[in-house]
């Protein structure tokens, strides 16, 4: 029976090994969508449709409408309408209405517009990092709401097969002891394991059906079941070494992106402040109309505003937040590099501990079953039966947390990494 289950798992593994076998440093061959996770449509308009990615999406509107601005500069046209009445002293009935009428506009600099087209496109491409950003962010949440569904899923099932297991020993036990074969004791052993078993089933329950309740309410239209259980214990290593996903990931790494282009946008910020050293003129045209009629003046104005100390304070700052952008944007940089290579070295680890945990669980099976056979042949006793079997059962529990460890952190490698549920991802078909 063993050598079928392992024969079935393999077969698994290999359903899905083109997954992780894809070369690290090059790119994503075609390849069949993992089982055990929800259906690729499905999960691209649960991304789509988020409120967070549709929030980035309106700010994204937002920056596109603000550059619309930025091109068509800070100045517009100003008119200036006077009417005023003159009276001449000494005269008497000598007064006349006068009007002028006055158009002025202040001329942005050509070095100035140049910079406000390049801030608003660099803003568009930040905003339009946020979104992506946002985006990869709410798979990651989906990725680990589900494998946490997985764990509770998994964790019931075990306490349900424990629990099932020790009702029919307990059934067992009751009838020997009314045969006279087994002492009171024992049956008071049995049922106090069962009541353990089914307190634990109660727990696993409970924590199942809250996820079932929240998940999707959070994620609409996501649907908590399986077609299949792939075994992640039996899936072959990832392919390329630390350094090759550590760079992979950083290279899709929407955060830093976003970084990059706020502290692109702060240089920007600094220069059009430094070119506020010179003053935009502005250039007027004034008709007027005197005396009742008699004269009739046209007038042209320019005016210059003489700089200060405000415009170099100005300059200070905007030079001070471009320099501060720098360090955050290198720092960024240092923390998500270390997140990229604990997430390798999670990975390598828990399939470590996997590997480990399935020797344990292999060991401690078989002794329980030697022991529960021991039992049954009226050798041994009934407390050491159900201690094998509670160890048996712990350490089982553990292997397939483990295992579903492994595959969490090897999948989040692949979103990380914009192999697996990207804006831009066309993947098989399951």
């Known amino acids: 029976m063993n050598a079928l289950v392992r024969a079935c798992r393999h077969a ?146 075990e306490w349900l097969q424990q629990r099932d297991r020790l009702a029919r020993q307990a059934a067992a036990v009751g009838r020997r002891e009314q045969l006279g074969d087994a002492p009171r004791l024992e049956r008071l052993q049995a049922q106090a394991a069962l009541a353990q078993a089914e307190a634990q089933l109660s727990q696993a329950q409970e924590a199942l059906a809250t996820l079932e309740a929240r998940l999707p309410l959070e994620y609409p239209g996501l649907t908590l079941s399986l077609q299949t259980e792939p075994a992640p214990d039996m899936l072959p290593p990832l392919a390329g070494d630390g350094e090759t996903w550590t760079a992979e990931v950083l290279n899709h790494n929407h955060a830093l992106s976003l970084a990059r282009s706020e502290s692109a946008r702060a240089r920007l910020e600094a220069a059009r402040s430094d070119a506020e050293r010179l003053p935009d003129p502005t250039l007027g045209i004034q008709l007027a109309r005197e005396r009742a009629g008699e004269e009739r003046i046209l007038g042209v104005s320019l005016s210059i505003p003489l700089p200060g100390a405000g415009r170099q304070a100005d300059v200070a700052t905007t030079g001070a937040l471009a320099r501060a952008a720098a360090q955050k944007e290198a720092a960024l940089l240092r923390r998500l590099q270390g997140e990229a290579r604990g997430v390798y070295q999670h990975y390598l680890g828990s399939r470590a501990a996997w590997q480990r945990q399935a020797q344990a669980a292999e060991a401690l099976e078989a002794s329980a079953r030697i022991t529960e056979k021991a039992w049954s042949l009226g050798e041994g006793s009934l407390s050491d039966t159900l201690q094998a079997r509670r160890l048996a059962h712990e350490a089982r529990l553990a292997e397939r947390l483990a295992a579903l460890e492994t595959r969490e952190s090897q999948l989040r490698l692949l979103v990380d990494a914009h192999r697996l549920w990207g804006d831009d991802d066309e993947p098989a078909a399951p």
């Open 12 to 157: 698994l593994a290999l359903g899905v090994s083109g997954l992780l076998l894809t070369p690290a440093w090059g790119a994503p061959l075609p390849m069949p969508y993992p089982a055990d996770l929800p259906p690729a449509a499905l999960v691209a308009r649960i991304l789509d449709t988020h409120p967070d990615v549709l929030a980035a999406g309106e700010n994204l509107g937002a920056e596109e409408a603000r550059r619309e601005r930025r091109r068509a500069g800070p100045h517009e046209w100003n008119v200036r309408l006077t009417q005023q009445q003159r009276s001449v002293r000494g005269i008497p009935d000598q007064r006349y209405a006068e009007t002028a009428l006055g158009l002025e506009r202040s001329l942005r600099l050509p070095g100035k517009a140049r910079l406000d087209a390049a801030l608003g496109d660099e803003s568009v491409r930040g905003a339009r990092m946020a979104q992506e950003d946002m985006r990869h962010e709410t798979a990651r949440r989906l990725l680990a709401d589900w494998f946490e569904w997985r764990r509770a899923h998994i964790t019931r099932n």
